[in-house]
């Protein structure tokens, strides 16, 4: 009953975070129909070309370090999201291989882990890091699902002198990350 309860709370929120975004929340929508993504960033955003894993990044014109990006990576066959782990496993293997390709200077701290399960029975985990980098610390919001043998990680990151003025339109923009 309890688990029940904390599901259409989720949902609820997720719902009224929806509302937010689609009532002129300062965010505009982008979807990548090959892939079979959409999500919301925040508008003034431009898309960049960056080398690397990333399938598509876009970034803030006034202050460039603020950015969100989509990595699509393959998952053994047969894997859900679930049989990658729980989401705090899936946040500090994902907080590993962010500190990996960081540096030796550098280290991410998981600082929360949640599932959520949408009404058409997706499994998204939201995770939210402190990355302490050379150039200053940076807080980051992610959403992974795997779908069709992929998994998709939608990340939102800024520089932490920054988050308290970002931090709703990036977890409205997290929370709008969808895969089809």
């Given amino acids: 009953m309890l688990k029940r309860l904390a599901t259409v709370l989720l949902i609820v929120f997720a719902v009224t975070l929806q509302g937010c975004v689609g009532g002129g929340g300062g965010l505009q929508a982008y979807a990548d129909q ?63 291989s962010f500190s990996a390709l960081a540096g030796d200077d550098s280290s991410v701290d998981l600082l929360s882990a949640q599932r959520i399960n949408t009404v058409d029975d997706k499994t998204y985990y939201i995770l939210e890091y402190l990355a302490d980098l050379p150039a200053g610390p940076r807080h980051n919001l992610a959403s992974a699902i795997v779908r069709r043998g992929k998994l998709y990680t939608f990340n939102a990151s800024t520089d932490e002198g920054r988050w308290d003025k970002v931090r709703d339109l990036m977890k409205q923009s997290v929370a709008s990350f969808k895969v089809s």
Avoid at 37 to 44: D, H, I, L, S
Avoid at 61 to 82: A, C, F, R
């Fill in 34 to 96: 090959y892939s079979g993504y959409e999500f919301m960033y925040p508008t003034g955003w431009v898309e960049v070309k960056v080398p690397g894993a990333a399938d598509i990044v876009f970034h803030d014109i006034i202050h460039e370090t603020e950015n969100i990006s989509v990595v699509i990576s393959e998952v053994p066959e047969g894997k859900d999201l679930d049989a990658l782990g729980t989401p705090t496993e899936v946040g500090y293997k994902l907080s590993k």
